[in-house]
């Protein structure tokens, strides 16, 4: 976004790199129509994320299967024991650990492709110090449902 509207900036600008060109005064519609252009539409809910993306995963890894199914196996086999994890420290009041284990999950769900208990994950460790229990207890119950959709997807691979 720039002041300068002098003919011929907007190709500079462009040529430059820039992605768009705005120039002010802003018109609000014009900025949302801009930003519409770039901005991937991102599911309204968590649920509407994939459990798992194979294809990303593979890519991810080079498409080195045996990379790919030690760290399938790995996520697989931490997980159970991590959200145990996260369930004591919710009941014990240890929002912060709550928050440190979500971190984790989120980290390893991502490096799998794993995006709805990435995502959970993720919501789970920015709320975990101020959201009332039962928010994080269904969270913890919606990241659990995550888990178990993402084991019957990785199971038919």
Not at 2 to 20: F, P, Q, S, V, Y
Not at 56 to 71: C, K, N, V
Not at 118 to 147: C, T, V
Not at 149 to 154: D, I, M, P, S, V
Request: glycine share 6%; hydrophobic share 45%.
């Amino acid at each position: 976004m720039t002041a300068n509207a002098i003919k011929g900036d907007r190709e500079r600008c462009l040529a430059a790199g820039m992605n768009d060109y705005l120039t002010k005064p802003m018109d609000v519609r014009v900025l949302e129509a801009t930003i519409g252009r770039w901005v991937q539409p991102q599911p309204s809910k968590l649920a509407d994320l994939p459990p798992f993306d194979a294809d990303a995963m593979q890519s991810r890894f080079g498409h080195d299967r045996e990379l790919e199914q030690m760290a399938l196996a790995t996520f697989r086999q931490a997980t159970p024991p991590l959200l145990a994890k996260m369930r004591a420290a919710l009941a014990a009041g240890q929002r912060k650990q709550l928050g440190l284990h979500a971190h984790s999950a989120k980290g390893g769900a991502s490096m799998i492709s794993a995006d709805r208990y990435a995502a959970i994950a993720a919501r789970l460790e920015e709320r975990a110090a101020i959201a009332p229990e039962e928010d994080l207890r269904q969270l913890l119950e919606d990241l659990q449902r995550a888990f178990d959709a993402f084991e019957l997807l990785a199971a038919a691979r």
